[in-house]
């Protein structure tokens, strides 16, 4: 899985916006806000990822268990999975 | 219309966003004014010139590279939301070329439009990559109202024309109209039209006179302070009477717009003249490439090209370091709630710190009725709130 194309990270006045661009404005208008642990993930999601590839990097980066990592990330993914972001490789 | 209850959600809160970019100075939102050429001739119009009345000024529009560069800076700098606007944008030769640069950057793009020259060409470029919100400005509801007002009858089917266009564009559309003498018996008939193709309409009657080497007849055709008020009056009475019957409140519904959140915030942070996000959060980019406050503030300007666009940015608040409200107004009970800005004196009356008439009586007539209303559609004090919200400013 990864974030599709055409959503840009940036960071104003230090806020994680997620801002639609060029054709994903049809799908998306607005914008989305990440802290910085989300916003840390998103980056990490925007090359293609397995589910386990990113739970190894959160316990690594945040020293948590993998329990933890793993409902987090699940949060995370249904979130982004219900705004349509994220798309699989078939 | 997709996601608008999204747009929706996100354009509230956008203003908290705004205020905390405020209090950081971060260039939020910005205005490209592309051009101040247009295909109308609107009588009452502040700003538009012909390519002949450039030259002889010795002016240039900005190019294509130029404005791209000011938008490169200005995704470095923090802006979110960018206006395109004018003139007529779309007007602009390169208007695609440009958008199309700008589109991929990361802004959210509103897009200001009379809609007169959307055609087939432009209609596949929004399909493609549609502007977050597009911003039409309609005069009237027929030919003759066009006429008069835009100076050519044909801008009336054209301008519907651009509309069945946006319609099929996957966009936030709002409609804006500007009463003057000549659409001012015509507000049930806009509105009307506007709402065949989108309820988000908004209307606007304070009409100043042009920027310095502009003529227009804005004196001689914007409404008394008594006519503006009629018009307001007659507009709230529709979605008052829209609200009791579906039970809901429209976005564009005045009574749901009563406290202006601009001015509880923007009070208190340097510039404290100014009591909107001008030089605090926004800016506007002039058509020949100076950095205003916003577009009635053209006498203050800083240089985005040459001096560099955060330089020119941070210097933007300064330039207002002399100014003060006139002492009628501090004084004025009506100060919180009055647009006592000075960028509106200025251009009514040439000084920053002379009253101007034509505002001070509209402030005066609308509380007049406001005191007669019923309280029913005023159910609060909007002075007393909004002086309690300002106390509490953190
Ligand atoms: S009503 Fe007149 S005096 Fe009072 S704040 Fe407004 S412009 Fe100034």
Redo the contacts with the bound molecule.
């Keep these: 899985m990864k974030i599709k194309n055409g959503y840009l990270l940036r960071t104003i006045a230090d806020t994680n916006i997620v801002v639609p661009v060029s054709e994903r404005v049809i799908e998306f208008k607005g914008m989305i806000t990440l802290n910085d642990v989300s916003a840390d993930i998103w980056r990490f999601l925007e090359t293609e990822r397995e589910f386990e590839e990113v739970v190894t990097y959160m316990i690594a980066e945040y020293s948590i268990d993998k329990e933890v990592a793993k409902r987090d990330l699940k949060v995370l993914l249904s979130q982004m999975k219900e705004n349509g972001i994220l798309e699989y490789d078939k | 219309m997709i996601n608008n209850e999204k747009a929706r959600a996100w354009e509230s809160a956008d203003s908290t966003f705004a205020a905390h970019c405020a209090r950081r100075h971060i260039p939020l939102r910005g205005t490209f004014e592309l051009t101040p050429r247009c295909n109308f001739h609107c009588k009452m119009c502040y700003l538009h010139q012909t390519s002949e009345e450039i030259n002889l000024r010795g002016k240039r529009e900005l190019t294509t590279n130029e404005w791209i560069k000011i938008a490169e800076d200005a995704i470095n700098a923090g802006t979110l939301n960018l206006m395109i606007t004018g003139g007529e944008p779309l007007l602009r030769d390169d208007f695609a070329t440009i958008y199309n640069e700008i589109n991929q950057m990361g802004f959210i793009i509103g897009l200001n439009t009379n809609a007169s020259l959307l055609d087939e060409k432009y209609y596949r470029l929004f399909s493609k990559y549609p502007p977050s919100t597009v911003s039409v400005t309609l005069y009237g509801a027929d030919r003759e109202t066009y006429r008069r007002i835009t100076g050519n009858e044909g801008h009336f089917d054209n301008t519907v024309k651009g509309l069945e266009y946006l319609k099929d564009i996957p966009t936030s559309l709002d409609i804006k109209v500007t009463f003057i003498k000549d659409n001012y018996h015509k507000l049930d008939r806009i509105r009307e039209t506007a709402n065949r193709y989108t309820d988000r309409f908004a209307i606007n009657y304070m009409v100043f006179k042009p920027v310095p080497g502009v003529s227009s007849e804005a004196e001689s055709c914007r409404l008394s302070a008594k006519e503006c008020l009629n018009i307001d009056i007659s507009n709230r009475k529709y979605y008052y009477e829209l609200r009791k019957k579906t039970g809901t409140e429209n976005e564009y519904d005045p009574a749901a717009s009563e406290n202006d959140p601009h001015r509880d915030y923007g009070l208190d942070i340097y510039p404290e003249v100014l009591t909107c996000l001008a030089a605090k959060a926004a800016y506007w980019i002039s058509w020949d490439g100076r950095m205003l406050p916003c577009a009635t503030f053209d006498e203050m300007a800083t240089e985005p090209l040459k001096e560099g666009f955060s330089e020119a940015w941070n210097r933007l608040p300064e330039l207002f370091a002399g100014i003060r409200?006139?002492e009628?107004?501090v004084k004025?009970?009506?100060?919180y709630t009055?647009?006592?800005c000075p960028a509106y004196?200025f251009a009514e009356t040439g000084s920053y710190d002379t009253?101007?008439p034509y505002?001070?009586d509209m402030?005066?007539e609308r509380t007049k009725s406001d005191k007669q209303e019923d309280s029913r559609r005023r159910p609060q004090d909007k002075t007393a709130k909004q002086c309690k919200t300002i106390n509490n400013t953190d």
């Design positions: 409200h006139p009628e107004c004025c009970e009506h100060f009055c647009p006592n004196f009253v101007s505002i001070c402030v005066k």
